[in-house]
């Protein structure tokens, strides 16, 4: 089965620095990364994802690259903010919809 | 707003006592999810409908049932709660397309509690 390794687990940075996350993944036909944001006492909220066609993707802030070949795939925040303290977790899916999550980031932006 | 909704929020039982979570989604989507999340950690997959399909993770115990009467509802009943069951369940439901797999999208979670 799939397995995804994330890192690191806890990052703290300054307000206004950026923040990356790494995930590394082991089965190659996985085809779909999703990134989630968890804030405390609620559920995974989608903030970006990226398919196996496509090697970067970005929304405002955030932006997520992928190497197929590495099999790693990285979440970027520029010009963090206090709201974007949470724990946030990457994950895996291919054909037939099994998910599978890195252990988690807990960030903290620092005002 | 099409959503995932879950109910309730927070569940108290005791020991031994059953207890049902209910998931509903508006979405239509034909996939749905249970996950269990213990504090800080990563949400692990209990089981999943894909429409009436019924697929069970080897390493759920046999204390954790699903039901899914249509495409909008999906139930967990845990028969016999211990006190290693204390966790935020979360719902999850998404469309998956042809030959590749599409977004999942959460409900709120279902925080229980076992004394």
């Known amino acids: 089965g799939e397995n995804v390794e994330q890192h690191p687990s806890t990052l703290s940075v300054q307000e206004g620095d950026s923040a990356v996350i790494k995930c590394t993944y082991s089965?190659?036909?996985?085809?779909?990364f999703p990134w989630y944001k968890q804030e405390l006492g609620k559920g995974p909220q989608l903030i970006i994802d990226i398919r196996s066609n496509v090697g970067e993707k970005k929304d405002q802030r955030i932006a997520v690259t992928l190497n197929k070949t590495a099999k790693h795939f990285s979440l970027h925040i520029t010009e963090t903010q206090p709201e974007d303290s949470a724990v946030y977790f990457c994950a895996a899916s291919r054909a037939g919809n099994q998910f599978y999550f890195g252990t988690g980031t807990s960030l903290t932006v620092i005002p | 707003d099409a959503m995932v909704i879950q109910n309730p929020r927070y569940q108290v039982t005791q020991f031994g006592k059953p207890v049902t979570l209910s998931c509903s989604q508006t979405l239509n989507h034909n996939v749905m999810y249970w996950y269990q999340q213990k504090s800080s950690q990563a949400p692990k997959l209990l089981f999943h409908?894909?429409?009436?399909?019924?697929?069970n993770e080897a390493d759920t115990p046999d204390n954790f049932q699903s039901r899914r009467p249509n495409t909008s509802f999906c139930f967990l009943d845990i028969r016999s709660p211990g006190l290693g069951d204390t966790a935020m369940y979360l719902c999850?439901?998404?469309?998956?397309?042809?030959?590749?797999?599409?977004?999942?999208?959460f409900g709120p979670g279902t925080r229980l509690t076992v004394l």
């Open positions: 089965d190659s036909a996985s085809n779909y």
């Open positions: 999850a439901t998404s469309l998956p397309g042809q030959g590749r797999a599409d977004t999942q999208y």
């Open positions: 409908y894909y429409d009436k399909d019924f697929n």
